[in-house]
């Protein structure tokens, strides 16, 4: 059985961090892609960053470059969002995908919210 299990989320005020986490289990955890996506409230879902399968980051949004860094550790099973300097329009859930081709999978997401 497939699983994708974020954590990490939380609220924060405007300049601050946090790190999220998504561990995955049930498939070839190398074989896949891993994204970050989010979906702010009345906006479509949207991707954030991604990551290959090796480690090499992917397309990253604009309105994060610079801000965020993902990352994988391949013996874990896990990726990773460094987010830093949060902004009010950061607020959004958070969800982890699984790439593979036309093959993907999603966690259930981890709220972000950024707010003084």
């Known amino acids: 059985q497939v699983q994708l299990v974020e954590s990490g989320g939380g609220l924060v005020q405007p300049g601050g961090s946090l790190r999220l986490s998504c561990v995955a289990s049930?498939?070839?955890?190398?074989?896949?892609?891993m994204n970050w996506y989010r979906q702010a409230p009345r906006k479509e879902r949207e991707l954030v960053a991604g990551?290959?399968?090796?480690?090499?980051?992917?397309n990253t949004a604009d309105s994060v470059k610079g801000r965020f860094t993902i990352s994988r550790d391949n013996d874990k099973n896990t990726i990773y969002l460094q987010m830093n300097s949060l902004e009010p329009e950061d607020t959004a859930v958070y969800y982890c995908?699984?790439?593979?081709?036309?093959?993907?999978?999603w966690g259930q997401g981890t709220q972000v919210t950024v707010s003084s």
């Open positions: 995908n699984a790439a593979r081709g036309a093959e993907y999978y």
């Open positions: 049930g498939f070839t955890f190398t074989q896949y892609s």
């Open positions: 990551i290959t399968p090796g480690g090499k980051p992917l």
